[in-house]
């Protein structure tokens, strides 16, 4: 996949749904680009992993490819409560979900970040059987079962690609009804426009 099918996949779900963003398992930022091409030079995305140098190098890439773009990179694992300020328009966790065991836990654990009526975007493995690369991919089908006993709203399926690995990669979008505030240790720091 290059930077066209990044935007692709994920378009139908961020268009629209408000210019501030948290993405989850942004490792060196390949959707964390896309996102930003999606949402233009207002937009403000917090990107979570648990590798320092992987957001350094997303971080870099940021400046030089969309300098109006203000990123915050927080270093976490985003299983655990995470210390940013609540108000999100919207959530992305694109091929990150299938390294914990439990999706609906991570994303009940941050919808209280998210503002009423915020887009929630899911990119995964269409597979419900997974491999030693990627161990817990959950297919669409699981994935709207999953958001809607999570209180995610009108799951919708929005793209699809193929893929090398388990065949394709597909991307879902809802909405989440409410939001509450939780927040938890991590290392942050910011970069672009504020």
Known sequence: MDHADHVGLIRDGVEGA?????ELGAGRG???LALADLLGPDAEIVAVD???????DLAATMTARFPDTQLTT?????????????????????????FV???AAVIANVRPLLRPGARCVVVEYD????????????SFRTWQAT???????????????????LDAIYAAASEAPAVATEHGEATQTSIGSS
């Open 18 to 22: 408000g210019s501030r963003w948290l």
């Open 30 to 32: 390949a959707f964390t």
């Open 50 to 56: 648990r590798d320092a140098g992987d957001l350094a």
């Open 74 to 98: 927080v270093v976490a694992d985003f299983s655990r409560a995470l210390p940013v300020e609540p108000g999100f328009d919207g959530l992305l966790a694109a091929n990150a979900l299938h």
């Open 101 to 103: 065991r439990n999706p």
């Open 127 to 138: 597979s419900d059987s997974g491999n030693p690369w990627v161990p817990y991919p959950f």
């Open 147 to 165: 958001a809607a006993a999570i209180g995610l709203l009108d799951t919708r399926f929005i793209g699809r690609v193929p893929s090398r690995f």
